[in-house]
């Protein structure tokens, strides 16, 4: 039988449809990957790539300044492009390389600073430093001496250590940048040790004595200024176990004018509380066609417990799926590449992930979150009744098309050069598809609407206790009872959030991105697609090829609109 024969009819019909779009759109290959900037973008990715991998040790001072003269070397050659000659994608690309090299020398010119107020702590360094550059070409050490240096330099340890005991002086980005500078020693004498020991029979025999010595001592070291850094916010130990950091209302201004986003806290909360009270009303209906009164919490109750049974989730997950994707096709409401329908896959979250991330996630890999046999009685009932089928409606077009796998699957094709990372395109991409879904008829029944509404709720949620904890004003506790009392969150499933949030390796902003972006992508779709400009399909194909970046320069690209050269956001895309 032939290779042809042995496909089936659904994968044949696939090929040829994507046979069909490359022929059609060859055309115009050259043009969705390039721009005037496009090459010294690559460039500088590149060679801060190559940078980032010779000078590996975290916070030496080679590394600062190396990469210092790279940042500052991009930036004469983009300022020498004729900016003026430049269209209007080009004049985005060069606003956010040139954000992103302003961004890069400010955090190496800050690390820089700290590492100088930290140094005295580390009389070792340099000498430590020293050893690991030598060790990069290969040079044959002198065994005997090293391990008379090491011995020594454990003797210094054992001194700052000592001195630091009884200090109380550094604040916390001085001791998070101690934190950093310990691993890099450590990791500089590991870099050493491995290269040498077992390869060279005097290094064998002098070092590893006086190596293991040090390196005990440097994490012994390295730990007294993480306790410390845990002892410098009293406000955490609120008796949630969630330590992190709030950062301040400067910081939180400084950070979303980076991202563009030219609101205050204050008003992003009223924002949220604006989105809230839609979502009150909107559940008070729901809530009254269950025949519940206006008991909101009584019908979130009620909806929750419609969980499918242990190991037919998947099955559920699927259903809501194809469900999703037949709306989107039926309403033409963007193209969906026979590809990213076929290849996306589906895993299940491990018990220890769960604990950060209580409900599924997505992308390539659509990620499903349901008890398993080894959790508690209790665990196991607020994960099943978290991820509820009702709940799950909202968020299945959210993790995979048009949502995240969407997103990841175009990014791969379309102007694959652009790195400019935000959630406020991520997250706001795929909040902005529960809303459209909503509006155009996705959701019949009010148990539905419940579901959807849940999550809606939290989004505004999460804006309003990020600010909140982020200003000093709510501690993790409190933003644990916020999320049950105000959106209805099994209380295992709102530690989790608020876990993530704050202690998950996420920014302070990250959280607030969601409803904030999915603004941002609905104001800009009444701009083009209600005015008529563009049809539903045609608005979101030219999103997604664009690739990801602030919203607000989207916005220039799609309404053809130049962007000054001393450009400042000011798109005010929301009426409080």
Known sequence: ???????????????????????????????????????????????????????????????????????????????????????????????????????????????????????????????????????RRGAKPDAAALAGQLSDMAKEVNIVKSKLEKDSS?????????????????????????????????????????????????????????????????????????????????????????????????????????????????????????????DWKAATEKVKNSYVPPAEQPAAMMQLYNESIDFLKQHNLITLPPLAEETWRMIMMTPERQLVNPFFLGGEEFIVSYPVSTMSHADKMMSMRGNNPHFSRATVHHELLAGHALQEFMQNRYKAYRHFETPFWIEGWALYWERLLWDQGFVKSPEDRIGMLFWRKHRCARIIFSINYHTGKWTPQQCIDFLVDRVGHERANAEGEVRRSFAGGYSPLYQIAYMIGALQFEALKKELVDSGKMSYKQYHDAVLKENMMPVEMLRAILLNKSVPKDFNTNWRFYKL
Request: hydrophobic fraction near 40%; proline fraction near 4%; aromatic fraction near 12%.
């Open 170 to 294: 550094l604040g916390l980005p001085e001791l998070r940048r101690s934190i950093a500078t310990t691993k890099g020693l450590r990791d500089a004498l590991g870099n050493v040790f491995t290269f040498y020991n077992g390869y060279d029979p005097l290094f064998s025999w002098w070092v590893p004595a006086p190596y293991k010595q040090l390196d005990t001592l440097l994490k012994s070291y390295g730990a007294a200024f993480e306790a410390k850094e845990k002892n410098s916010n009293p406000r955490q130990e609120d008796g949630s176990g969630i330590v992190g950091h709030p950062i301040g209302r400067d910081e939180l201004i400084k950070g979303l004018q980076q991202e563009m986003i030219p609101y205050t806290p204050e008003e992003l909360v009223a924002i949220a509380n604006k989105e809230f009270a839609w979502c009150d009303a909107e559940m008070e209906k729901a809530t009254r066609e269950m025949g519940l009164g206006t």
């Open 1 to 135: 039988m032939s290779l042809l024969k042995k496909i089936t009819p659904f994968i044949a019909c696939m090929l040829l449809q994507q046979a069909v779009v490359s022929a059609q759109s060859t055309d115009n290959d050259l043009y969705q990957q390039t721009s005037e900037v496009n090459n010294i973008m690559v460039q500088y990715d590149a060679d801060a790539g190559n940078l980032n991998r010779f000078y590996f040790i975290e916070s030496s001072p080679e590394r600062f300044a190396r990469l210092t003269v790279l940042v500052k070397s991009y930036q004469q050659r983009l300022e020498q492009l004729n900016y003026a000659a430049l269209n209007v994608g080009a004049q985005v690309d060069y606003t956010l390389f040139k954000r992103k090299l302003a961004a890069s020398l400010t955090e190496l010119t800050t690390a820089q600073k700290e590492y100088d107020q930290v140094k005295k702590w580390f009389p070792f360094a340099d000498k430590m430093y020293a050893i690991e550059q030598n060790r």
